[in-house]
């Protein structure tokens, strides 16, 4: 059972370059999310999906944008990368229980993407 | 606002000692709340969960925490310290949002480190 599965693992690019980082899950769950992680920050959402086809902005959405392929995968898209997007990036799934409503199901996490911007 | 305080971002204890990291949280429901730990290079994993009933709550690995409302606390413990609880360890609120997904909001994080 592979659970979330992020790909690439590293990545380096330039400044202005493009890239797309992939996520996939296999537990069926309907929600999914992006989150990047900076030393002594936590971690901090960037875009999540309740459910396929629908997409909204977390805390800090600008410069990323994401697509909800279908209800297993949710990309990561960097259309001009600057150095201050140099982080690690989370993916993470988890079920919940409806509109409004809190969840008190977990996350389900990836084992994250090292990505330097130089 | 809902928020996650965690107390000291690096504690340090010696092998077999008492852990206890500290979370304390806002909210303005009650809460679910949540331990998670990352180990080097990894994504994050779930120790613990409290949602309602008892408030002590037992994880993995031998963890625990308390819900203490009056607190507004949900510290982790661990009797006693090995080798393999060195991580870094998040504390985390759940709270509904539109679209029916829920937002978890995490703690800045607690670095464990154990002497030998």
């Known amino acids: 059972n592979a659970g979330v599965t992020q790909t690439p693992k590293f990545q380096v690019l330039k400044t202005g370059q493009s890239m797309t980082l992939q996520c996939a899950q296999d537990?069926?769950?309907?929600?999914m999310y992006w989150y990047r992680q900076d030393p002594g920050m936590g971690l901090r959402l960037i875009y999540y999906?309740?459910?396929?086809?629908?997409?909204d902005k977390g805390e800090v959405p600008n410069g990323y944008n994401v697509s909800r392929l279908n209800k297993r995968e949710f990309s990561l898209r960097l259309e001009s990368a600057a150095p201050s997007q140099t982080s690690v990036y989370f993916c993470?799934?988890?079920?919940?229980?409806?509109?409004?409503?809190?969840?008190?199901?977990?996350?389900?996490f990836g084992d994250g993407t090292r990505l330097s911007i130089l | 606002a809902q928020s996650v305080t965690q107390l000291g971002s690096h504690v340090s204890v010696s092998e077999g000692a008492l852990v206890l990291l500290r979370c304390n949280y806002s909210?303005?429901?009650?809460?679910?709340l949540f331990w998670y730990v990352q180990y080097p290079n990894q994504g994050l994993q779930l120790l613990l969960k409290y949602t309602t009933g008892a408030t002590l709550v037992k994880g993995i690995n031998g963890f625990e925490a308390e819900f203490k409302k009056s607190e507004t606390s949900f510290h982790l413990t661990k009797p006693s310290a090995h080798m393999s609880d060195a991580a870094e360890y998040f504390c985390a609120v759940s709270l509904p949002i539109r679209s029916s997904a829920s937002k978890i909001i995490f703690g800045s994080g607690t670095r464990l480190s154990i002497r030998p």
């Open positions: 909210s303005s429901v009650p809460p679910y």
């Open positions: 537990m069926n769950h309907n929600s």
């Open positions: 999906s309740a459910s396929e086809g629908t997409t």
């Open positions: 993470a799934s988890s079920e919940d229980r409806g509109r409004g409503m809190r969840s008190n199901q977990p996350q389900h």
